[in-house]
C-alpha cells in the first residue's frame, strides 16, 4: 500500500487527534494507512498533570450523613469540580497521544459520571485513569470495571440499591444506553437486572467497591430469557452474548469517526460481528473503522461537526494562538462539552446537537477571541505567522478546512489574515 | 523565517476562492424574522426536566392510598394548599395561589400516554414529537401547527448551557435557542451572515442554522438593541426565574415569537425527593408568579399561556432511599389569562396499577396541544383522537 500522503494524513490526524497538528500530520504523510493506524494504537501516555486536592470519600461520606452539611457537600465538589475539569482540560491542551485522549472522552461520554451528582471528584479522577488505561483495551472489562465503579455507583444510585428496594437506576441505563439498547428488553428484565446489581456498594473507610452479602437478592432471576441466580457479573456476561451490544458501540464509532447521518446498517453489523468475534477488543474494531471505505470515501470528509473540544482545544493544538483571559473549561461547560458535566447520562448527543444558535454564538466568539489581534505582519513581528509552517496559501487551506471556505476570503495578503479568515469560515466548524 | 505567501500568489488564490463562496441572500424566511411583530397569543412551555412526580405536585389528600404508599414523602392534607375537596397543591408553590384564586389557572390530572416508556430520553421524544409511544417522529409537535400560524419566528428556547429546541426541533420552523437576549445581542455582532451550503449535512445544518441566526439577531438588535424593554418585577435569582424574566422582556420589547420555552432542571428525584423536588417547584411557582405579574402589568396576561410538561411522573409507591422512581402520568398545570381555571381530568386509580407500578394514565398529553392548536391559535388539531380540554 503506498503512502499516505498530505490530504489522507490530515484526514487520520484531524479525524484521531484533537485538532490537526503540522507535525503529525508531515510524520504521517510518508507512512503507510497501516503505520500511520498502527502508531495511533501504539502511542499511548499515561502521565497526567499533578492533581489538585481531593477531599476523600471517608471525610465525605460523614458529611453526607448529615443533611445539614449539604450546602458543604455542594460547595466542596463545586470547587473540587472545577479543578479536575481543569486538570484533565490541561492533559487535553498537552498531550502527546491524542488518540488516547479522544478515545478516553469516548469512553467517558459512553459511560458518564458527574460531579453535579456523584459530587466526589477523587472518584472521578479514579474513574478517568481507569478509563484511559481501558480505552484501547477489552470494552467487556471496561463494562466490568464500570459496573463496580465507585463515581457509578454514586451516579446511577447502584450503592444504594438493596434487597428489598433495588434501585433500578443503573440497571436501566445499563441496558438502554450501555449495552443492547431500547426495544431489546423487557422492564420486567430491566427490574430482574436490577435486583441482581442489589448489594453492591461503597466501603466507607477506603471508598472502594464492596460486596454486601447481606443486602444482595440471591433469588432465581429471569433475565433475557435466561433462568439463574444470578449476580450483576452474570448480567453483564449475559448482556456481552447479546449481539445488540457491539451494535450500540459500532453505532457509536460511527458517529465518531464517519458522518452525522444515520449509519449504514451493513456496515454496523460488520463491524459489531468483527467486535464481538475479537472478544470485544477495541483496536480490532477501530482498526476495522480507520481503514474502511467508509472512512477514507471523498464525501465523508467534512461531514462531521466538530465537539468544542476539537474546536477550542483541537485550534490551540494546531495554531500557535493564545488564549487570553479565557477559563477552557468553563467555556467548554457552556459550550455543552464539559467534562465531567454530562447533561445527562446520555452523555453529549454530539452530531448535529453541538449547533444551535446559542452555541454557534459561543463558538464564534470563543474563535473570534482566539484570532483577535494586530494583523500587520510587519508591525506585529510576523505575530502567529512566524510560529508557523512555511506553507502556501493553498497548503493552509488544505490543512485547516475539509472542505471549501463559505465565505469569500481576504483580499489582503497575510498569513495571519488568511488563517484567521480559515478559522472563522463556517467550514472550520466541520471535519 | 520566510513565506512563500506573497501579494501576486495570494490574489490568484483569492481568485479561486470566490468561486466557491458566494454573497449571502436576503431569504424571504430571513426578512419575516429580521421583521415580524408580536403575536396576540402567545405559549410559554415549561418542561420540567427528570419527570415530575404529579402526585407530590397536586397531592390528591383525599385518596387514602396516596399515603399508604408513600408514609415518608407523602405530604399532610394540613401543609397542602388546598384547591378542592380533593386535591391540594405542594406547599412550595405558594406563590401562584393569588393566580389559583382569581381563577386563572386549570390543573389536568392524569396526563400520559398509552403504553409508556419509562426512560428519560425516549419519553421526552414522545412528548416533543406527539409520537406515539412506538413511533419515531423527528420533528417536533410544534412544527404541525406554527408554519401554518404564522411566518418568520416561531419558537425561542432558552436555558443555561445548551437549551433545546425540543418541541420547536423541525427543519420547517424558524426557532433559536438562546440563553438570554442580552448575551445574545453582545456575542451576535461577530457573526456575518452565510448562505446555505448543501454540500453535506454537517455543513448544511452549520450554514442553515447561523443564516437563521442572522435573521434573528437582526429582529432582536432592532427591537432590543438599545434600551431593552424591562418588566419591573423582581424575578427569582434562578436559571428558569432568569429565563422567565428574559422571556417576559422579549414579548414586552415585542419579538414576534409565538412560543418560548424555558426549562426547570431536578425533577428526577429516585432518592431524597422531599429536599429536592420541594425546591425545583419553589422555583417554578416562583418564576412562573413573577411572569405573570409582569405580564399582568403590561396588559399582555390575556395573551400568553403558559403550560408545564415532563417527561413523565413518578411511581406511587416510595421507594427506600425516599425518593421515587419513574413511573407514567403526571399532573399539569396551564394559566393565563384567558385560560378557565379549575380542576380537569381524572384523578388516575391508585388501586389499580400496571405490573411496574404505575398508574394507567386518564389524559392523552396530546388533548393539551391539540387545544392549543385548535382553542387557542384557532388552527386544525392534528391530534384528533384526544377529545380537547376546555381550560381555553
Given at each position: 500500500m503506498g503512502k499516505l500522503g498530505f490530504e489522507d494524513a490530515r484526514h487520520l490526524v484531524s479525524r484521531t487527534g484533537i485538532g490537526s497538528e503540522w507535525e503529525t500530520i508531515v510524520r504521517f504523510q510518508n507512512l503507510t494507512r497501516q503505520q500511520a493506524i498502527s502508531h495511533l494504537f501504539n502511542n499511548q501516555q499515561m502521565n497526567m498533570p499533578a492533581l489538585p486536592q481531593m477531599s476523600p470519600w471517608p471525610k465525605m461520606v460523614q458529611l453526607r450523613?448529615?443533611?445539614?452539611r449539604k450546602k458543604m457537600i455542594k460547595r466542596i465538589s463545586r470547587t473540587e469540580g472545577k479543578a479536575i475539569q481543569k486538570w484533565w482540560v490541561k492533559h487535553l491542551l498537552d498531550t502527546k497521544s491524542p488518540f488516547l485522549e479522544r478515545m478516553t472522552l469516548f469512553w467517558h461520554n459512553h459511560f458518564p459520571s458527574s460531579i453535579e451528582k456523584t459530587t466526589q471528584a477523587s472518584m472521578l479522577h479514579k474513574q478517568n485513569l481507569m478509563l484511559r488505561k481501558n480505552a484501547l483495551g477489552n470494552f467487556g472489562q471496561m463494562l466490568h470495571n464500570v459496573a463496580r465503579d465507585p463515581a457509578m455507583l454514586l451516579y446511577l444510585d447502584g450503592y444504594v440499591s438493596t434487597k428489598e428496594e433495588p434501585n433500578e437506576n443503573f440497571a436501566r441505563e445499563l441496558l438502554e444506553l450501555f449495552t443492547i439498547g431500547l426495544g431489546q428488553y423487557h422492564e420486567n428484565d430491566m427490574r430482574e437486572a436490577a435486583r441482581a446489581f442489589t448489594g453492591w456498594g461503597i466501603n466507607e473507610h477506603n471508598g472502594l467497591y464492596r460486596f454486601n452479602p447481606q443486602q444482595h437478592d440471591s433469588g432465581v432471576k429471569t433475565f433475557l430469557g435466561k433462568r439463574g441466580n444470578f449476580k450483576g457479573e452474570d448480567i453483564i456476561n449475559i448482556l456481552l452474548q447479546h449481539p445488540k451490544t457491539a451494535e450500540t458501540i459500532a453505532k457509536k464509532m460511527w458517529r465518531e469517526f464517519i458522518n452525522i447521518s444515520n449509519p449504514d446498517p451493513r456496515v454496523i453489523n460488520h463491524w459489531a460481528a468483527t467486535f464481538r468475534n475479537s472478544g470485544y477488543d477495541i483496536k480490532t474494531l477501530l482498526n476495522q473503522v480507520l481503514n474502511s471505505n467508509e472512512f477514507w470515501a471523498p464525501q465523508n470528509r467534512g461531514a462531521l461537526i466538530k465537539s468544542p473540544i476539537e474546536l477550542t482545544i483541537g485550534t490551540l493544538r494546531t495554531l500557535p494562538y493564545t488564549l487570553r483571559r479565557v477559563d477552557l473549561a468553563h467555556n467548554l461547560n457552556i459550550m455543552g462539552q464539559g467534562v465531567f458535566a454530562h447533561?445527562?447520562?446520555?452523555g453529549w448527543s454530539g452530531g448535529k446537537n453541538w449547533i444551535s444558535t446559542q452555541s454557534i454564538l459561543r463558538r464564534n466568539s470563543m474563535m473570534t477571541n482566539l484570532t483577535a489581534g494586530n494583523l500587520n505582519e510587519r508591525k506585529n513581528r510576523g505575530g502567529i505567522a512566524s510560529k508557523m509552517?512555511?506553507?502556501s496559501p493553498e497548503e493552509l487551506h488544505q490543512w485547516l478546512l475539509a472542505i471549501p471556505p463559505l465565505q469569500q476570503m481576504p483580499t489582503e495578503p497575510g498569513k495571519q489574515r488568511l488563517t484567521r479568515a480559515f478559522v472563522l469560515d463556517p467550514a472550520y466548524q466541520v471535519t | 523565517m520566510t513565506t512563500k505567501m506573497d501579494r501576486r500568489d495570494f490574489l490568484k488564490y483569492a481568485g479561486l476562492l470566490s468561486a466557491s463562496a458566494s454573497v449571502p441572500l436576503l431569504t424571504p424566511e430571513l426578512l419575516f424574522a429580521a421583521n415580524g411583530r408580536r403575536p396576540d397569543k402567545i405559549v410559554v412551555l415549561v418542561e420540567l426536566k427528570g419527570g415530575n412526580d404529579g402526585f407530590n405536585t397536586?397531592?390528591?389528600?383525599?385518596?387514602e392510598l396516596y399515603y399508604q404508599y408513600r408514609p415518608n414523602i407523602g405530604i399532610q392534607q394540613r401543609h397542602l394548599l388546598p384547591l378542592n375537596d380533593q386535591v391540594g397543591m405542594h406547599p412550595r408553590m405558594k406563590a401562584l395561589m393569588p393566580v389559583w384564586n382569581s381563577g386563572k389557572m386549570a390543573w389536568i390530572q392524569g396526563v400520559g400516554y398509552p403504553n409508556p416508556v419509562l426512560s428519560h430520553f425516549r419519553s421526552m421524544d414522545i412528548w416533543n414529537s406527539a409520537s406515539n409511544a412506538n413511533q419515531v417522529i423527528e420533528a417536533g409537535w410544534l412544527s404541525r401547527v406554527l408554519p401554518n400560524f404564522k411566518q418568520g419566528l416561531h419558537g425561542v428556547a432558552l436555558n443555561k448551557g445548551q437549551a433545546k429546541l425540543g418541541p420547536l426541533y423541525s427543519s420547517n420552523m424558524n426557532a433559536v435557542t438562546m440563553q438570554n437576549p442580552k448575551t445574545f445581542l453582545s456575542q451576535i455582532k461577530r457573526i456575518n451572515d452565510v448562505s446555505p451550503s448543501r454540500l453535506n449535512p454537517a455543513i448544511a445544518h452549520v450554514s442553515q442554522t447561523q443564516h437563521q441566526l442572522f435573521g434573528v439577531g437582526t429582529q432582536l438588535a432592532n427591537k432590543m438593541g438599545n434600551r431593552p424593554a424591562r418588566s419591573g418585577v423582581r424575578f427569582s435569582k434562578g436559571v428558569l426565574g432568569h429565563s422567565l424574566e428574559s422571556v417576559a422582556e422579549m414579548i414586552l420589547s415585542g419579538i414576534d415569537s409565538p412560543v418560548y420555552k424555558v426549562t426547570q432542571d431536578g425533577f428526577d428525584t429516585h432518592s431524597g425527593q422531599r429536599g429536592a423536588q420541594d425546591n425545583a417547584l419553589f422555583q417554578v411557582a416562583g418564576g412562573l408568579a413573577s411572569f405573570q405579574q409582569a405580564m399582568q402589568k403590561a396588559g399582555l396576561w390575556n395573551n400568553v399561556i403558559v403550560v408545564t410538561y415532563s417527561e413523565f411522573g413518578r411511581r406511587v409507591k416510595e421507594n427506600r432511599g425516599a425518593g421515587t422512581d419513574h413511573g407514567t402520568a403526571s399532573a399539569h398545570m396551564v394559566m393565563g389569562g384567558r385560560v378557565r381555571g379549575g380542576i380537569y381530568g381524572r384523578h388516575p386509580n391508585l388501586a389499580q396499577l400496571d405490573q411496574n407500578g404505575n398508574v394507567q394514565h386518564t389524559t392523552d398529553f396530546r388533548a393539551i396541544y391539540g387545544t392549543l392548536a385548535q382553542r387557542w391559535w384557532n388552527q386544525p388539531n392534528p391530534w384528533k383522537g384526544a377529545p380537547l380540554i376546555p381550560f381555553v
Open positions: 450523613g448529615n443533611m445539614r447533561p445527562s447520562v446520555k509552517p512555511d506553507v | 397536586l397531592v390528591p389528600f383525599a385518596d
